[in-house]
Nanobody
Framework: QVTLIESGGGVVQAGGSLRLSCAAS????????LGWFRQAPGKEREFVGA????????RYSDSVRGRFTISRENAKNTVYLQMNSLKPEDTAVYYC???????????????WGQGTQVTVSS
């Protein structure tokens, strides 16, 4: 089992940037794919992006591709989500998850952190 703690959320104006961090502890973090997901009020949790165990493979949802970048530092047991050109529709609670599966879907991730709120004002 791996424990995840997200940080870095906040309030930003549209067009601004934020960087989220997810610190992992417990089992060997490099054994897990790590992903970012978000959940807006009244909506289901959705996939944002994820990176493979080695960090050589990353995938993004269509809604964030080209604006968000995931990176991971296994030596620091940390994965980051750099968010640029933020839009009001990016407002949500952002969660970090871990998976042993190479298939990046919400159902294959777990060990959810507590989440961090991102609010983008127009």
């Amino acid at each position: 089992q791996v424990t995840l703690i997200e940080s870095g959320g906040g309030v930003v104006q549209a067009g601004g940037s934020l960087r989220l961090s997810c610190a992992a502890s417990g089992r060997t973090v490099s054994d897990y794919a790590l992903g970012w997901f978000r959940q807006a009020p009244g909506k289901e949790r959705e996939f944002v992006g994820a990176t493979s165990r080695s960090g050589t493979i990353t995938r993004y949802s269509d809604s964030v591709r080209g604006r968000f970048t995931i990176s991971r530092e296994n030596a620091k047991n940390t994965v980051y989500l750099q968010m640029n050109s933020l839009k009001p529709e990016d407002t949500a609670v952002y969660y970090c998850g871990a998976s042993r599966s190479p298939i990046f879907t919400v159902q294959n991730f777990g060990s959810w952190g507590q989440g961090t709120q991102v609010t983008v004002s127009s």
